[in-house]
């Protein structure tokens, strides 16, 4: 069956530190691959997405993720957080198959301290 | 600009009591979802639809129903609320065009005393 676990619940960095969360999946097939933030009390953005092609992606705000199809991962990353950085990050897989639904991860919350 | 809004923002119900929660987008999305998220659980998805006049269980349909009566609008339904279903209700709108990326709704925090 398909998934996505997000190993850590909670990261916890200072301020201009650099960044990694960690996103696995498990689908046998190719998979598309998703980025969310969800600040307090606020809807999910989309971050960014990889569909095919470089396995490194850019996204807003300049965070990247890279995609690696041997260790079914797909980080999220960021050379240097900033304190508004801090939210709740969330890994997602569509198939792309008929249900068109996605699978999400639990989150990850990210506590970047001044 | 294309969004997804959700009324209302807030709501108080009473147990027993029928709750409709309104999504509407304006991304010409084929697709539309409902979604909860509680502390510990993540999104759980509980109905979604392909398109006007469609609608389909998610992970978790019990206690809700859904209507898509137009492309722009998806409502849910709870019939008789309960207090295990306060918790914070996420429209979205789905590109599946684009390998089903969603964009997401505010948010409906439902309290259900």
């Known amino acids: 069956a398909q998934s996505v676990t997000q190993p850590d619940a909670r990261v916890t960095v200072s301020e201009g530190a650099s960044l990694q969360l960690r996103c696995k999946y498990s689908?046998?097939?190719?998979?598309?691959l998703f980025w969310y933030v969800q600040y307090p009390r606020q809807g999910l953005q989309l971050l960014l997405k990889y569909y095919s092609g470089d396995p490194v992606v850019q996204g807003v705000n300049s965070f990247e993720a890279e995609f690696s199809k041997s260790n079914s991962s797909f980080h999220l990353q960021k050379a240097s957080v900033h304190w508004s950085d801090s939210a709740v990050y969330f890994c997602a897989l569509s198939t792309a198959g008929d249900n068109s639904k996605l699978i999400w991860g639990l989150g990850t919350s990210l506590v970047v301290n001044p | 600009e294309a969004a997804v809004t959700q009324s209302p923002r807030n709501k108080v119900a009473v147990t027993g009591g029928k709750v409709t929660l309104s999504c509407n987008q304006t991304n010409n999305h084929n697709n539309m979802y409902w979604y909860r998220q509680d502390t510990g659980h993540g999104l759980r998805l509980i109905h979604y639809s392909y398109g006007a006049g469609s609608t389909e269980k998610g992970d978790i349909p019990d206690g809700y129903k859904a209507s898509r009566p137009s492309q722009e609008n998806f409502s849910l339904i709870l019939e008789l609320a309960t207090p295990s279903q306060t918790s914070v209700y996420f429209c979205a709108s789905g590109d599946a065009a684009r390998f089903d990326t969603q964009y997401f709704g505010p948010g409906t925090r439902l309290l259900v005393l």
């Open positions: 689908y046998s097939a190719t998979p598309y």
